[in-house]
């Protein structure tokens, strides 16, 4: 199956600081989301990506979708304690119908 | 985007019992899935929930062990059946949203099971 392999895993930064993200595959997705989980919650979609090299953004996020559709960055600017949680990458591509591949996550410390 | 509510938001249960999580949507979808999610883990499909027809199952999932309704375009169940221990997760469902050339998928805000 289609795996998505995102980086790092955790990270531990000052607040204030940028945080970038990011997730590679060895296939092609129509489409990439990045989503945002709190504890106790589910995850909350925080960009979509739709077209090769397109760069998004969302307040003081930044999204792209890499030219080849097999990777996707995620930067955060100015990290605020809120930033706290796991992020996850996920790969939407056409299997009969359109099944959604996610990433590993990479856990969000953000130290006041 | 749609709003999705989930029943139970968590529960504690015995093994070998069976619980059966609610998942409403406020307005028509045509896709809905199920997806677990383990302790510490990424998220995992069980099974696309299709509306009059049985759901389509993953690798590693079976309908005796995990029951899906799907009565129509806005509410599903999943059953967890004869649970053990190792089906402590969160069950999540979610709904597909597609326009013209984009598609995107939401989630319910998680059904938190621990089987003792």
């Known amino acids: 199956g289609q795996q998505l392999n995102q980086s790092p895993q955790s990270m531990f930064i000052q607040e204030g600081e940028d945080v970038s993200m990011n997730c590679t595959s060895s296939s092609i997705f129509n489409t990439w989301l990045w989503y945002k989980q709190d504890p106790g919650e589910g995850p909350v979609l925080l960009i979509a990506l739709y077209k090769a090299g397109e760069l998004t953004s969302n307040g003081r996020l930044t999204a792209q979708f890499g030219i080849t559709r097999k990777d996707s960055f995620l930067n955060i600017s100015a990290s605020i304690p809120s930033d706290v949680g796991i992020y996850f990458c996920?790969?939407?591509?056409?299997?009969?119908?359109?099944?959604?591949?996610f990433g590993k996550g990479t856990k969000l410390s953000v130290i006041p | 985007s749609a709003v999705i509510s989930q029943k139970p938001s968590r529960d504690i249960c015995q093994r070998g019992t069976s619980l059966t999580i609610q998942c409403q949507v406020d307005s028509q979808v045509t896709m809905m899935f199920w997806y677990r999610q383990q302790p510490g883990q990424s998220l995992t499909l069980i099974a696309t929930?299709?509306?009059?027809?049985?759901?389509?199952?993953e690798s590693g999932f079976v309908i005796d062990k995990f029951p899906i309704s799907r009565p129509n375009l806005t509410f599903s169940t999943l059953t967890v059946s004869n649970m053990s221990p190792e089906d402590s997760s969160i069950y999540l469902c979610?709904?597909?949203?597609?326009?013209?050339?984009?598609?995107?998928?939401?989630f319910g805000p998680g059904t938190r099971l621990l089987v003792l």
């Open positions: 929930a299709n509306q009059g027809s049985e759901a389509t199952y």
């Open positions: 996920a790969g939407l591509a056409w299997a009969g119908s359109y099944q959604l591949t």
């Open positions: 979610s709904v597909e949203e597609s326009g013209t050339g984009v598609e995107t998928q939401y």
